[in-house]
């Protein structure tokens, strides 16, 4: 099992910034793959982007070149650095943890709002 504590949420101003951070109760090392999942009112959750345990990365085609994914394994935390925000990024952002692929975790999800 896993334990995932999001934060960094909250409300930006559109072209603004802001990081999310997700700390795991376990080394990031055992996990295959850690990511960030979204869902805005009314939709589907979706991939915003992911992290495999060697270190590859995949993004979501709306974030490409405005969102990073990043990790630091000494403090096992998984974090998404969101820049050039816009309105449609609103959602709440899930970070997630698949120890395989029938065991995934999911965190309580945080709230990101862009808006003027």
């Known amino acids: 099992q896993v334990q995932l504590v999001e934060s960094g949420g909250g409300l930006v101003q559109p072209g603004g910034s802001l990081r999310l951070s997700c700390a795991a109760s376990r080394s990031l090392f055992s996990i295959n793959a850690m990511g960030w999942y979204r869902q805005a009112p009314g939709k589907q959750r979706e991939l915003v982007a992911a992290?495999?345990?060697?270190?590859?990365?995949n993004y979501g085609d709306s974030v490409k070149g405005r969102f990073t994914i990043s990790r630091d394994t000494f403090k096992k935390t998984v974090y998404l650095q969101m820049n050039s925000l816009k309105p449609e990024d609103t959602a709440v952002y899930y970070c997630?943890?698949?120890?395989?692929?029938?065991?995934?975790?999911w965190g309580q999800g945080t709230q990101v709002t862009v808006s003027s």
């Open positions: 992290v495999a345990k060697g270190g590859s990365t």
């Open positions: 997630n943890a698949e120890l395989s692929k029938q065991s995934v975790y």
